[in-house]
T-cell receptor
Framework: GENVEQHPSTLSVQEGDSAVIKCTYSDSASNYFPWYKQELGKRPQLIIDIRSNVGEKKDQRIAVTLNKTAKHFSLHITETQPEDSAVYFCAASETSYDKVIFGPGTSLSVIP | ETGVTQTPRHLVMGMTNKKSLKCEQHLGHNAMYWYKQSAKKPLELMFVYSLEERVENNSVPSRFSPECPNSSHLFLHLHTLQPEDSALYLC???????????????FGSGTQLSVL
């Protein structure tokens, strides 16, 4: 079955710097890759996603890149702000959420 | 707040107790999910109900029993739990298209369960 690895497990950056979180997956059939953000004590929320027919997607300060050949995808946050501090989860899915596998998460701390 | 509400927010139970977790979604979605969140496995899918039919997850112990009486309500019945079952239990909902594809999960706030 699918296995999703995520690195680093913890990440600290200065406010204004960029943050990069990397994920790898094992099932070449996976074609949908969402990212969820979970602030302390709150529920996970989708922040961006990408399908396998594109290599990059951007939404303001957040971007995701996908390399299907290497089976890895990354989340890029530019001009980080303290409110970006949270746990970020990547995931991979073939078609739907009954098959989605989440990565172990990355705890991001943005230092003012 | 977000359309998916869970009760109770906190639950402490003994290993011999029987309790139920409740989830209700007000988004008109056709799929609902139970996830377990713990330090060991941050987001672990337990059960999926798609169009009110259950998709089995064979790795979930039988002491967890889901129930989906309609597309808006989901329950997780608990009995004879173990201390290692202590975790945050998250409910989520989504809208599946005709191909069974769903893009976005909407999570509830979760029930923090402690088994003594």
């Amino acid at each position: 079955g699918e296995n999703v690895e995520q690195h680093p497990s913890t990440l600290s950056v200065q406010e204004g710097d960029s943050a990069v979180i990397k994920c790898t997956y094992s099932d070449s059939a996976s074609n949908y890759f969402p990212w969820y953000k979970q602030e302390l004590g709150k529920r996970p929320q989708l922040i961006i996603d990408i399908r396998s027919n594109v290599g990059e997607k951007k939404d303001q300060r957040i971007a995701v890149t996908l390399n299907k050949t290497a089976k890895h995808f990354s989340l890029h946050i530019t001009e980080t702000q303290p409110e970006d501090s949270a746990v970020y989860f990547c995931a991979a899915s073939e078609t739907s959420y009954d098959k989605v596998i989440f990565g172990p998460g990355t705890s991001l701390s943005v230092i003012p | 707040e977000t359309g998916v509400t869970q009760t109770p927010r906190h639950l402490v139970m003994g290993m011999t107790n029987k309790k139920s977790l409740k989830c209700e979604q007000h988004l008109g979605h056709n799929a609902m999910y139970w996830y377990k969140q713990s330090a060991k496995k941050p987001l672990e899918l337990m059960f999926v109900y798609s169009l009110e039919e259950r998709v089995e997850n064979n790795s979930v112990p039988s002491r967890f029993s889901p129930e989906c009486p309609n597309s808006s309500h989901l329950f997780l019945h608990l009995h004879t739990l173990q201390p290692e079952d202590s975790a945050l239990y998250l409910c989520a909902s989504s809208q599946e298209d005709s191909d069974g594809f769903t893009e976005k999960l909407f999570f509830g706030s979760g029930t923090q369960l402690s088994v003594l």
